[in-house]
């Protein structure tokens, strides 16, 4: 075990790299997917599922728990490690781009941003610094500074102002952390679509010497094509010796194009949140189970997987599930989808160790070609 939060790089393909992040809670192996547990919870799983399943890191959100249950009771009933039964690292989100998202009533000015409750419309403030506090009462292993992420499109002047306000939060976010030997807090790059922005954002955060570095304001509505060639002119600018998080991505292809394009780590409510709605993803594409076809269908989803949501049940059974709005519907697939999307990062991991890592993604991507049989 270690006290100290370090990378390590074992092997690169390319610009796909293998590398494990050592934390005093355990280590992640990178590529890593990151399942999100926005309140605390990866919804309709049992952390040891989850765990099993091969997750090294989850996700919790600041905004939804300062809001509910509060970050102080957290604190007081021994942290969020203790609170969710996860010994295992986590990361948690700073809480600006939930607000932007969720909340009411917002204000953002040079100081933070104020806004009220979606839940119960009491209201609020975030700053740099108490989202540092927040993230540091929750007991959160790698926390995010405080940014100001824009949708796209948005004006060249915008995306700028955006940027410039995140680096200055960066500093901010960056003091109020202090020296945490065993827990880490990421700069988040932005800059929009912008390729000079981009590497001013990416510049800046790289002088500042943070222990990661998180790639933001991508994911926000960009075609995919976008987000790729913003990535091919970032990921070169930060060092190549620290972990880089693209925040929120993504379906498994834009997993696969982002890790070839040097990312390490990602997150994404994709597999949990489309899985309670019925959608499945497999190694020969998405299936949504809610599709009259499988109404009478006996065959497993996928013969092959030995996840129970296929092991145990017929297509037809599922299909009913989600017809009838029945929990267990949302608990097996999402069990389905966590299961493909950790086996994934294992094949994944696997290809870059044995540099075959561009054959494993034709390969991939022709096997979600071919589609559903
Ligand atoms: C079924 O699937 C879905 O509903 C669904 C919804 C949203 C996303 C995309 C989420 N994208 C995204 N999350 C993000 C979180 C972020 N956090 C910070 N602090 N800064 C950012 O700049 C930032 C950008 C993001 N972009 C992906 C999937």
């Known amino acids: 075990m270690t006290e100290k939060f370090t990378f390590t790089l ?10 494990t992040v050592s934390m005093p809670r355990g280590d992640i192996r990178t590529p890593a997917f990151m399942p999100v ?32 249950p509060g970050a102080e009771r957290v604190a007081k009933l021994g942290g969020l490690h ?21 909340a009411q009533l917002r204000k953002l000015d040079e100081n933070g941003v104020t806004f009220q409750s979606h839940i119960d419309g009491r209201r609020y403030e975030l700053t740099p610094e108490r989202s540092i506090e927040i993230q540091g009462l929750l007991d959160s292993d790698i926390q ?12 060249e002047a915008e995306i700028e102002r955006a940027m410039r306000l ?7 976010s960056k003091a109020a952390f202090g020296e945490q030997p065993g827990k880490a807090v ?17 510049e800046a955060l790289r002088d500042m010497d943070f222990k990661g570095y ?4 991508l994911a926000v509505g960009e075609p995919q094509h976008v987000m790729l060639e913003i990535l091919s002119i970032t990921t070169p600018v930060l060092p190549a010796e620290k972990p880089r998080y693209l925040m929120g991505v993504g379906t498994p292809d834009d997993i696969l194009e982002s890790v070839a394009r040097g990312v390490d780590m990602f997150d994404c409510v994709m597999p949990t949140r489309a899985g309670r709605h019925g959608l499945a993803f497999t190694r020969f594409g998405k299936v949504n189970l809610k ?14 997987s030995d996840c129970p949501a296929s092991r145990d049940y017929s297509r037809a059974y599922l299909h009913h599930l989600f017809k009838a709005n029945e929990t267990l519907a949302a608990m097996l697939l999402t069990w389905n989808n966590l299961a493909y999307y950790q086996q994934l990062m294992a094949g994944i991991r696997g290809a870059i160790d044995e540099r075959r890592f561009e054959d494993f993604r034709l390969a991939t991507k022709a096997g979600w070609a071919r589609g559903d049989i």
């Open 10 to 19: 074992h092997a690169t393909d390319g610009m796909a790299r293998r590398g």
């Open 37 to 68: 547990g926005t309140a605390g919870t990866v919804k309709a799983m049992y952390p040891g599922q989850v765990r099993e399943l091969g997750s090294d890191i989850i996700l919790g959100n600041t905004y939804h728990l300062m809001l509910r």
């Open 82 to 102: 203790v609170f969710a039964n996860w010994p295992h690292p986590i990361l948690t989100d700073s809480g600006g781009f939930q607000v932007m998202s969720l």
């Open 144 to 155: 995010m500074q405080l940014d100001e992420c824009v949708a796209l499109p948005s004006s």
């Open 166 to 172: 995140s680096l200055r939060w960066a500093e901010r």
């Open 186 to 202: 990421f700069g988040i790059v932005q800059g929009g679509d912008v390729p000079r922005l981009r590497i001013a954002s990416a």
């Open 214 to 217: 998180s790639i933001g304001g």
């Open 291 to 304: 599709n009259a076809r499988h109404a009478e269908d006996h065959r497993p989803l996928d013969e092959a």
